[in-house]
């Protein structure tokens, strides 16, 4: 059985693009394999300074991926923080790591494209990945295709250290790219929550039907013949309701429905599909202690296998 190991980013209020790229593929792997997932608030804070928003935001994507369907029974799910082994391990890591192979980040030169300052914990967050990975002694590590190139650093790292110290330290880990389908936002582009087009999971009420039926659409008048292949709601309605997707294609192209009516069906599927999940989700929210015992269970898991793999890393390399 495969160990899957993956880290979440705790982005807070998620939205239907992380749930169709990333969360539903995290959800299925829970049965094929043994699946750890935790909550990347370490690196969070290259990018987020206000405690108060950092913890809201940890809980809240705990409560997403749980109401979304992580199994605490069939998973380990944890808080990065809980396992401070992985700082040390980072160290350790980092002694091995090459400067021209982290200078090489294209997510850290994106972001130094992009204003972002330059600091150490940034430059040096590939590495701090690499020892959440071996930390676990993870096989395989579904990623975005975003993500490949620092699961091939923690291969690079892993494999250095193991012949700098002449030891079996790091299981040398895989990545695997999900089927992750592309999720257009209400304006068409990418769904993201910095593009302010997002659907959120959450949403219900009038706030969902103001997102849904605002997704912009061209100007056909409802009798018109349309291509369902260029239309947001058409792309949302197949991920939402795969089963209809057909019939609602040959309705677009025959002409005489308008988008506003195609809107409201798609307004229904999403509010029928996600209202099991708001209720887990409100279950879970009233009850803040429950959600820490999951955490702090998964921290004891995570925290063991921590312990094991930095112990044989120390004794490599000649610490106590
Ligand atoms: P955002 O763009 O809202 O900041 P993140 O970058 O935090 O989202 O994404 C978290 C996860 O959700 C990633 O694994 C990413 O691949 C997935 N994801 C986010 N938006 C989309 C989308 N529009 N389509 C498909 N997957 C997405
Ligand atoms: N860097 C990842 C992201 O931005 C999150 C992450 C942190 C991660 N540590 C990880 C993913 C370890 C996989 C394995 O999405």
Redesign the pocket.
Known sequence: MPRF?????PSGRLHLGNYYGAIREHVRLQDQGEAYY?I?DY?ALTSLRDAKALRANVFDTAVTYLACGLDPDRCVLFR?SDVPEVTELTWLLLTVAPMAMLENAV?YKDKVARGIPADAGLFT?PV??AA??LSQD?DV????R??VQ??EM?RDVAAKFNREFGADVFKVPEYRLGEAPYVPGTDGAKMSKSYGNVVEIFAEGRELEKAVMGIKTDSSPPAAPKNPDDSTIYKLFSLVAPDEREALAARFRAGGLGYGDAKKLLLARVDAAFAPIRERGKALRADPARVEAVLAKGAVTARENARRVLARARKACGLS
């Open positions: 190991l993956s880290g979440i980013q935790f990347a690196h990065q997510s967050y701090l990945m959440d990975i993870g590590v579904p990623v975005g975003d993500q620092h699961v923690t």
